[in-house]
């Protein structure tokens, strides 16, 4: 700790210096000043913890620099040493925070007594501080998941929490009541060979990592927040607070920023803006729509809105037609005549001019009922099914190493 005396004689900052064991109280920097106005200097360079201070002084007087440490020093400690027995000397200093009052000529174990209540209150006043600090940081490390939570259940119930927009503009420090948002979503379900590789010990670290780069380009200008969707496996959502005509631009430098972090490219939907919180899961519905709508044979586009009907190609292949084939391959037992049924059906779905996540994930609906009837029939139920890849309600579809849908 430093401590500094203030005083105009001499005599007076060496008795101070000669009359305190500074060691023991854990000092170990005492600097002197003449006057009020050169203290000032010291203080705001050296930052001193007890400051020891005279009442009249050249310049500024106690008084005066009392009233400026109250301002620019608030956590230092000040003990007056005066020679002027003064009712509005001693009321000033009570009023001003300082720690006690000492009539010169100074008493030994008085000027100790009031380093030692000086010092104790400085070490409950750090530890109080540290104390707020670490409580802060444990706050600022669960906040995100709070946010996380808070948003994902306003998508699914947007009654969940009446307070919501008080709470996320104040949080948000946001300028005004929001009125509307836009949800865009940040999808896993087309992820490259790299990504999947990479982190596929930990995709909450894959999580926490996009979440952090999009939040990093959200924050400028407050322009939204990007949060873990926990009702999907493969999801990021970003809400944009009433900027539609902008979400495009934006989500574009996020896409850069990921591109270039991350040597990868991600799909983002986006949704059209309604009201918050109320209508924001048909904004989120909106993203998904346009995600699932995306053709995942070319991936010439990354970013994607919902498509007009018309321009929409319908796909006229089905995995069920192929059920009767299927039965008899499976029920065969032969893995050469199973092979050979799925590459015929692989050879159609090849000459298909557009493959969409809707087909890909109406394709997986057909495979659950097929199989749950096999299962059902050719074995009357006594098998179970224990586990199975597809068991999770996202699918992750394969990709080529450019990116691609691969059957």
């Given at each position: 700790?430093?401590?500094?005396?203030?005083?105009?004689?001499?005599?007076?900052?060496?008795?101070?210096?000669?009359?305190?064991?500074?060691?023991?109280?854990?000092?170990?920097?005492?600097?002197?000043?003449?006057?009020?106005?050169?203290?000032?200097?010291?203080?705001?360079?050296?930052?001193?913890?007890?400051?020891?201070?005279?009442?009249?002084?050249?310049?500024?007087?106690?008084?005066?620099?009392?009233?400026?440490?109250?301002?620019?020093?608030?956590?230092?400690?000040?003990?007056?040493?005066?020679?002027?027995?003064?009712?509005?000397?001693?009321?000033?200093?009570?009023?001003?925070?300082?720690?006690?009052?000492?009539?010169?000529?100074?008493?030994?174990?008085?000027?100790?007594?009031?380093?030692?209540?000086?010092?104790?209150?400085?070490?409950?006043?750090?530890?109080?501080?540290?104390?707020?600090?670490?409580?802060?940081?444990?706050?600022?490390?669960?906040?995100?998941?709070?946010?996380?939570?808070?948003?994902?259940?306003?998508?699914?119930?947007?009654?969940?929490?009446?307070?919501?927009?008080?709470?996320?503009?104040?949080?948000?420090?946001?300028?005004?009541?929001?009125?509307?948002?836009?949800?865009?979503?940040?999808?896993?379900?087309?992820?490259?060979?790299?990504?999947?590789?990479?982190?596929?010990?930990?995709?909450?670290?894959?999580?926490?990592?996009?979440?952090?780069?999009?939040?990093?380009?959200?924050?400028?200008?407050?322009?939204?927040?990007?949060?873990?969707?926990?009702?999907?496996?493969?999801?990021?959502?970003?809400?944009?607070?009433?900027?539609?005509?902008?979400?495009?631009?934006?989500?574009?430098?996020?896409?850069?920023?990921?591109?270039?972090?991350?040597?990868?490219?991600?799909?983002?939907?986006?949704?059209?803006?309604?009201?918050?919180?109320?209508?924001?899961?048909?904004?989120?519905?909106?993203?998904?729509?346009?995600l699932m709508q995306r053709d995942l044979l070319t991936r010439n586009r990354w970013i994607h809105r919902i498509r007009d009907k018309e321009y929409?190609?319908?796909?006229?292949?089905?995995?069920?037609?192929?059920?009767?084939?299927?039965?008899?391959?499976?029920?065969?037992?032969?893995?050469?005549?199973?092979?050979?049924?799925?590459?015929?059906?692989?050879?159609?779905?090849?000459?298909?001019?557009?493959?969409?996540?809707?087909?890909?994930?109406?394709?997986?609906?057909?495979?659950?009922?097929?199989?749950?009837?096999?299962?059902?029939?050719?074995?009357?139920?006594?098998?179970?099914?224990?586990?199975?890849?597809?068991?999770?309600?996202?699918?992750?579809?394969?990709?080529?190493?450019?990116?691609?849908?691969?059957?």
């Amino acid at each position: 700790m430093k401590a500094l005396i203030v005083d105009d004689e001499k005599h007076v900052r060496d008795a101070i210096k000669l009359l305190v064991d500074w060691n023991s109280f854990g000092i170990n920097t005492v600097l002197e000043a003449e006057d009020g106005e050169s203290a000032m200097q010291i203080v705001a360079f050296e930052q001193p913890d007890l400051i020891f201070t005279d009442m009249m002084m050249p310049y500024r007087n106690g008084v005066e620099l009392l009233k400026w440490l109250h301002s620019h020093s608030p956590n230092s400690k000040t003990i007056v040493i005066s020679g002027h027995d003064d009712f509005e000397f001693v009321r000033s200093t009570v009023k001003l925070g300082g720690v006690d009052y000492i009539l010169k000529p100074i008493d030994r174990e008085q000027l100790e007594d009031a380093v030692n209540k000086a010092v104790t209150s400085l070490k409950e006043t750090k530890q109080i501080q540290e104390q707020q600090f670490r409580k802060s940081m444990e706050i600022n490390q669960f906040k995100p998941v709070f946010w996380d939570k808070m948003f994902s259940s306003l998508i699914t119930d947007p009654l969940a929490n009446p307070n919501i927009n008080e709470t996320v503009q104040m949080e948000f420090k946001l300028q005004h009541k929001l009125q509307k948002c836009s949800i865009a979503i940040l999808s896993f379900d087309m992820i490259e060979t790299s990504i999947r590789e990479k982190f596929n010990s930990s995709m909450d670290l894959l999580f926490y990592a996009l979440a952090n780069i999009c939040n990093e380009f959200l924050a400028l200008n407050n322009r939204g927040f990007a949060f873990r969707y926990w009702n999907s496996e493969s999801e990021i959502l970003l809400l944009f607070w009433e900027q539609p005509d902008e979400i495009e631009s934006i989500i574009h430098e996020i896409y850069e920023g990921i591109r270039n972090t991350m040597k990868a490219r991600f799909d983002f939907g986006i949704g059209t803006a309604h009201f918050f919180p109320a209508d924001l899961q048909l904004s989120y519905k909106e993203a998904k729509t346009a995600l699932m709508q995306r053709d995942l044979l070319t991936r010439n586009r990354w970013i994607h809105r919902i498509r007009d009907k018309e321009y929409l190609i319908p796909t006229t292949l089905q995995l069920i037609d192929y059920e009767e084939q299927l039965r008899f391959a499976v029920r065969s037992g032969s893995e050469t005549q199973i092979k050979a049924v799925i590459k015929d059906w692989i050879k159609d779905a090849k000459l298909l001019p557009h493959i969409s996540m809707e087909q890909v994930e109406l394709w997986r609906h057909e495979y659950n009922v097929l199989k749950a009837r096999w299962l059902k029939h050719l074995f009357d139920g006594a098998i179970q099914e224990e586990s199975h890849p597809l068991k999770t309600n996202d699918f992750i579809a394969p990709m080529d190493e450019e990116g691609r849908f691969s059957l």
